[in-house]
């Protein structure tokens, strides 16, 4: 099992990037994922979050996220993506995808101990 994020890097204020995870390993549509940051000296949270789940997807966003952020999937390619627009400096941290059984824990959480899978990360530093 094993999840590769990709496509941090480097953003000046109100640039945009879109992170990948990359799913393999496991069945992709049996699993829930969710994006999870961590800034130096701060717990790691999650921000957003794609449920599969139901016989539809659905989201969920923290309120740092909402109306900047939006996660997708593509089922086909076992990847989900984070489009992030609006960046601000406070959006700088490690960003994590995890991956958890909608069959143990229904729906989205940011509970941390919910995730049986974790990414490597991908850094995101915002400039002003």
């Known amino acids: 099992v094993q999840l590769v994020e990709s496509g941090g890097g480097l953003v000046q204020v109100g640039g945009s990037l879109r992170l990948s995870c990359a799913a393999s390993?496991?069945?992709?549509?049996?699993?829930?994922i969710t994006w999870f940051r961590q800034a130096p000296g701060k717990e790691r949270e999650g921000i957003s979050c794609i449920s599969s789940s139901s016989t539809s997807d659905s989201t969920a966003y923290r309120d740092s996220g909402k109306g900047r952020f939006t996660i997708s999937s593509d089922k086909v390619k076992n990847t989900v993506y984070l489009q992030m627009s609006s960046l601000k400096p406070e959006d700088s941290a490690v960003y994590y995808c995890?991956?958890?059984?909608?069959?143990?824990?229904?729906?989205?959480?940011?509970?941390?101990?919910?995730?049986?899978?974790w990414g490597q990360g991908t850094q995101v530093t915002v400039s002003s």
């Open positions: 995890a991956a958890k059984s909608p069959r143990r824990w229904p729906g989205c959480t940011w509970y941390r101990g919910a995730y049986d899978y």
């Open positions: 390993g496991f069945t992709f549509e049996d699993y829930d």
